[in-house]
């Protein structure tokens, strides 16, 4: 009988007749303009202001500033790895990137040019399976993130007020917020990993948990998209603002 | 009455695609245009199918090159026209025109760990509450098509993997019964390396074809990562483990 693969290479590469090609492509280059865009930013590239009256750009988020660092080093160093890792270990982002940069598939039924595949079974995908410690490190950054939208009503000499600035913190909060709510290691973590739900009242609100994670949960892809645009355009304005390039809008009189 | 354009692949591994024109009715499915083609004009095309309700997962094929059930597909979806392809499952070793041998399932299904159900009650009764079985209600809504099988590229493209990759249908099986209330299986009789649940690179592509809409990869694949993460790769919970005991059912 017929092996699989000569069949397989008999029908070609795919019979798709639809634009398979569209989705890998656009998300795959919406990444890298992200990528590219935040590396810039993150080594603070050019030396540009990223604080602007109360913000803080959220790559700077909290600001770790220490006199001992080099000229040259971006106290966003501090902070970024810690999002890097945990959304490139994300089970969303998997997804995404396997498909648009490793071609593993780049879509469904369509064949992919690896002679040899081993999924996340050998180094380096096997570090996938770190993905929940990046989660605990992206818990703490919740509040901290909160604390920067916080701060920016607050103008220092002048007290409270709101500005386009502070909108945009809040958005960027919440967004990044949701996010992490919906990780499917959290949802594991929550109640996902139990059997008995029903043992005992512990375990009864961790089943409420597991509800609630779930919700997010089933939105992870938009909210992983919100969430990296929110993050880097609230980032640019910061630094547009900072830089003098445009004004913001607010009700104070000195900023 | 209109007339399709089929391409329908006819003969073993040696055979090719042959052309078609079979005139269609509005309402019909893929399924019943195979079947005309078959009573009209092809007495002896092979084609596997029982219920035409998309219930019984026999009519499996990929029709434009998506992996498909014939008896849900329906004609209103293709344009006017349009030259519809029909082809057998490419994954699975063909047998002749659009049947496949699709018994390497089978196999994988004998490895299976069975359910080992806890002692009952005292009044001789097993109980389960709702909301511990609500989560696997979904699983078992698997009609066994196959098709999230066939779509799979880690063997799709590499069938070297078959040897030691049970793939998402049987993920949803492993799923089942490590989730299950009752079941005291040790959880690595259900997470362990033996069935590939490493080689899955959560794609999705299993979830975006089953016919039923199980939620392949959300609900059952990535839920089993995580158990094995606990089982293999969190050097915090093995230190709970190691210092509190216990940790297999919870
Ligand atoms: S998500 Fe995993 S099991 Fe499903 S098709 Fe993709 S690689 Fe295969
Ligand atoms: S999980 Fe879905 S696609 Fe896979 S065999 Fe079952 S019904 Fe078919
Ligand atoms: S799965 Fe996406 S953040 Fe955890
Ligand atoms: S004929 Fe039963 S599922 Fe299609």
């Not at chain 1, 071609?103 to 690896?114: G, I, K, N, Q």
């Not at chain 1, 081993?118 to 818990?139: C, D, Q, W």
């Not at chain 2, 089929?6 to 591994?13: C, E, I, P, Q, S």
């Not at chain 2, 362990?192 to 979830?207: A, E, M, Q, V």
Request: proline share 5%.
């Amino acid at each position: 009988m017929a092996q699989a693969t000569e069949v397989q290479q008999r029908y070609g590469k795919t019979q798709r007749t639809d634009r398979w090609w569209l989705e890998p492509v656009a998300l795959g280059a919406g990444f890298l303009i992200f990528v590219i865009y935040s590396t810039v930013s993150g080594f603070n590239v050019g030396n540009w202001h990223y604080e602007a009256g109360p913000y803080l750009s959220p790559f700077f988020e909290p600001l770790i500033n220490p006199s001992w660092t080099p000229e040259w080093f971006s106290p966003a160093i501090f902070i970024l790895w810690a999002p890097l890792g945990f959304r490139a270990t994300c089970y969303y982002y998997r997804r995404m990137y396997y498909r648009s940069f490793f071609m593993s598939p780049m879509a469904c039924a369509v064949s992919e040019p690896a002679k040899y595949y081993t999924g996340e079974s050998k180094f380096p995908f096997i570090l996938m399976n770190s993905h929940r410690f990046f989660l605990y490190v992206a818990l703490l950054f919740i509040p901290v993130l909160w604390y920067g939208a916080a701060k920016s009503f607050w103008m220092p000499g002048e007290g409270l007020g709101i500005g386009v600035g502070s909108i945009i913190l809040v958005a960027n909060a919440f967004l990044l917020m949701m996010f992490t709510i919906g990780c499917n290691s959290l949802r594991h973590i929550v109640g996902g990993g139990l059997n008995c739900f029903s043992c005992t009242n512990f375990t009864r609100t961790r089943r409420k948990m597991w509800d609630l994670v779930t919700v997010a949960n089933e939105r992870h892809k938009a909210w992983a998209w919100a969430s990296l645009v929110s993050v880097g355009v609230s980032d640019l304005y910061i630094r547009l603002v900072a830089n003098g390039a445009i004004t913001d809008i607010n009700t104070w009189t000195t900023f | 009455m209109p007339n399709a354009h089929l391409k329908v692949w006819r003969g073993d591994t040696g055979g090719a695609y042959v052309d078609y024109d079979v005139e269609y009715e509005e309402g019909m499915v893929v399924l019943d245009v195979v079947h005309r083609l078959q009573a009209t004009q092809a007495g002896d095309l092979a084609v596997r199918w029982n219920c035409k309700a998309g219930k019984c997962g026999s009519c499996s094929a990929e029709i434009n090159g998506k992996p498909v059930l014939q008896c849900m597909t329906r004609m209103e979806t293709f344009i006017p026209g349009e030259t519809i392809t029909v082809a057998p499952l490419k994954t699975f070793p063909l047998i002749r025109d659009l049947v496949t041998d699709v018994s390497w399932n089978y196999r994988v299904a004998e490895t299976m760990p069975e359910l080992k159900l806890s002692a009952p009650d005292a009044d001789g009764h097993r109980r389960m509450a709702q909301i511990d079985i609500d989560r696997e209600q979904e699983f078992r809504k698997c009609i066994e098509c196959y098709i999230c099988q066939d779509v799979c590229h880690v063997i799709r493209d590499h069938p070297e993997n078959m040897e030691k990759f049970a793939g998402p249908r049987f993920f949803v099986q492993l799923a089942n019964v490590s989730m299950h209330p009752l079941d005291q299986n040790p959880a690595k009789a259900t997470v362990s390396h033996g069935f590939g649940l490493d080689y899955c690179n959560i794609t999705k592509c299993c979830t975006d074809v089953c016919p039923e809409g199980i939620h392949i990869t959300d609900n059952a694949i990535i839920p089993l990562k995580e158990r094995r993460v606990d089982e293999y790769y969190d050097p915090v919970k093995a230190l709970v483990r190691k210092v509190f005991g216990g940790g297999d059912k919870k």
